[in-house]
């Protein structure tokens, strides 16, 4: 399936002048399904697909190219436009005797990752961890609220929060760190592994 023939599929077809490049096959893959993908994650499939293309794209390229490129409705562009700016993950770029604005990708993997990382924890784990405080303080003060449902909210809670805590440490690491922590990988679970049989010698020790 190409972009022209998935544009059914993709989005509304624009009426832009801008003449059509074809994209390379593989290109053209990845953006499909970069789409896709982002539709499970609860992403707006045009916004993943600007993405994808623009990650893809050896220059900046302009709204009207990417109508073009995509198949897609002029304002649907400039909506998902905003969406990424507002993520950080693309900036816009002036050219020189050219009017337009152009957008080209963020390339560096580490800080794609870490900005997305933070948009989710301020789109979700912070309102999360909101609610659930606000629901503790009412279920505190309530006493038709039995011990065992106030402990729940508590250890969702405590979970959330750490869970942010974890998201703000990982989002700070420099690339460097942050790299070689991923190649420690399973060796983090086998540190961890001889870890609890020492600190069950030590417990019974104590006792």
Not at 105 to 116: V, Y
Not at 187 to 205: F, I, M, S, T
Request: hydrophobic share 40%; proline share 5%.
């Amino acid at each position: 399936m190409t972009l022209r023939s998935a544009r059914s599929v993709i989005s509304v077809v624009t009426e832009s002048t801008e003449p059509y490049v074809p994209l390379p096959r593989p290109v053209e893959d990845f953006v499909l399904q970069w789409g896709y993908l982002g539709d499970r994650w609860g992403v707006n499939r045009s916004v993943s697909q600007i993405h994808a293309l623009l990650y893809a794209s050896e220059r900046p390229l302009s709204s009207e190219e990417i109508a073009a490129a995509l198949g897609i409705a002029r304002s649907n562009v400039s909506n998902s436009l905003r969406e990424l700016l507002a993520w950080g993950i693309i900036r816009s770029i002036p050219v020189r005797g050219d009017r337009r604005t152009y957008y080209e990708a963020e390339t560096d993997l580490w800080t794609l990752m870490s900005r997305i990382a933070a948009g989710r924890k301020a789109r979700e784990l912070d309102p999360a961890a909101a609610a659930l405080r606000q629901c503790l303080e009412s279920a505190q003060g309530d006493a038709t609220v039995s011990t065992v449902v106030a402990r729940r909210l508590r250890d969702m809670l405590d979970f959330v929060e750490r869970t942010g805590r974890w998201y703000e440490q990982m989002i700070q690491l420099p690339a460097p760190q942050a790299a070689a922590l991923m190649k420690l990988g399973n060796g983090v679970v086998h540190l961890l592994d001889k870890a609890r049989p020492r600190r069950r010698v030590e417990r019974r020790g104590a006792a």
